[in-house]
C-alpha cells in the first residue's frame, strides 16, 4: 500500500528516530487504507461499510491473539499483520484504531455537520487518534500532552476541511458547520457554483480563527517535547498556519486557489520551528 499520498505533514520522516519509522508507516497505511475504502472509487455507501467491517474484525483478531499470523485475507494481513507487531511492540491502546474506524464509517453515511459539536466529534475520532498513536510511541501520555495533541490534529484536519472544499463538495460532502454557514449568508450554491463573496470571506476568516485558535492551544507541545520529534510537531504546526496564510492570501477563494506548499514554503517553516 502506497503511503505517497499528498499530505501538509511529512510521513515517517527523517526526522524521526529510525527506530520508529517503520511503526509509524504501519500506522499510517491502516488509517489511510480505510480512509480511501471510505472515499476513493465509486463503490456503494453498503459496499464501504463492508469493507470497513472487516478493518474492525481484523483489529478484533489480533488484540484477542496478538501472535496471529494471518487474519483471513491476504491484503488485509499486509496491513494488520506488521500493524500488530507494532501494537504489541509498543503497546498501543486500540481505541485510537477503532476511533478511526468509526470516523470513517461514518464518513459512509453524514454528509453534512449540523454544527460545532458534531464537526469536533468528528475531528476527535477522524484525527486526533493519529496523534494520540504518535504520543504512545514516544511515551509522553500526560493528559494535558495528549489535549495539546488533540488541538494540533483537529486543526490540522479543519484546516485540510477548508483547502478542500471543492473537492468535497463534488462528492457531495460538506465538512463546515451548518449553522455557521447559516449565520454567514453561505448557502450550498455558494460551495457548487464556488461563489467567493462577503458571506463566503465571512465564513472562511471565522473558521480560519478557530483553526488558529486551536493551533495556539497545541503550540507548546512543539516546545515540551525533545528532540526531532519536537522538531517534527513545529514542522506539522507551522505547515498548516503557512496553508492559513495561503488561503487569506488568495482572499479566501479556494475554490479557483487550492493552497498547496512549495520548496520555499518548507524552507521557511523549516527555519520558523528551528
Known amino acids: 500500500m502506497s503511503v505517497n499520498h499528498y499530505e501538509n505533514f511529512p510521513v515517517a520522516s527523517l526526522l524521526l528516530p529510525s527506530s520508529l519509522r517503520e511503526d509509524v508507516v504501519h500506522i499510517y497505511r491502516f488509517a489511510r487504507a480505510a480512509d480511501d475504502i471510505a472515499d476513493e472509487g465509486d463503490a456503494t455507501a453498503s459496499e464501504r461499510k463492508s469493507e470497513l467491517a472487516k478493518f474492525r474484525h481484523a483489529l478484533v483478531l489480533i488484540s484477542e491473539q496478538p501472535h496471529t499470523q494471518t487474519v483471513g485475507d491476504p491484503i488485509l494481513d499486509d496491513i494488520f499483520l506488521p500493524l500488530a507487531k507494532t501494537i504489541q511492540k509498543h503497546r498501543l491502546p486500540l481505541k485510537p484504531l477503532t476511533d478511526l474506524l468509526s470516523a470513517f464509517e461514518q464518513d459512509t453515511q453524514v454528509q453534512h455537520y449540523r454544527d460545532e459539536d458534531h464537526l469536533m466529534d468528528y475531528c476527535k475520532r477522524s484525527a486526533n487518534p493519529v496523534g494520540r498513536l504518535m504520543l504512545h510511541l514516544f511515551k509522553q501520555v500526560d493528559p494535558e500532552s495528549l489535549n495539546q495533541s488533540d488541538a494540533i490534529c483537529t486543526a490540522l484536519q479543519r484546516i485540510n476541511f477548508l483547502q478542500d472544499v471543492a473537492i468535497d463538495i463534488r462528492k457531495q460532502r460538506i465538512y463546515l458547520p451548518a449553522d455557521a454557514l447559516s449565520d454567514a449568508g453561505v448557502t ?49 504546526i507551522a505547515g498548516g498556519l503557512r496553508i492559513l496564510d495561503k488561503i487569506e492570501a488568495v482572499d479566501c477563494d479556494v475554490f479557483n486557489h487550492r493552497p498547496t506548499l512549495n520548496k520555499f514554503d518548507w524552507i521557511r517553516m523549516l527555519a520558523r520551528a528551528l
Open 188 to 236: 450550498v450554491e455558494h460551495l457548487m457554483q464556488g461563489r467567493c463573496d462577503h458571506a463566503w470571506k465571512t465564513l472562511m476568516r471565522q473558521q480560519i480563527s478557530i483553526c488558529r485558535d486551536l493551533m495556539q492551544k497545541g503550540a507548546p507541545l512543539g516546545r515540551k517535547l525533545k528532540g526531532r520529534i519536537a522538531l517534527e510537531i513545529r514542522l506539522i
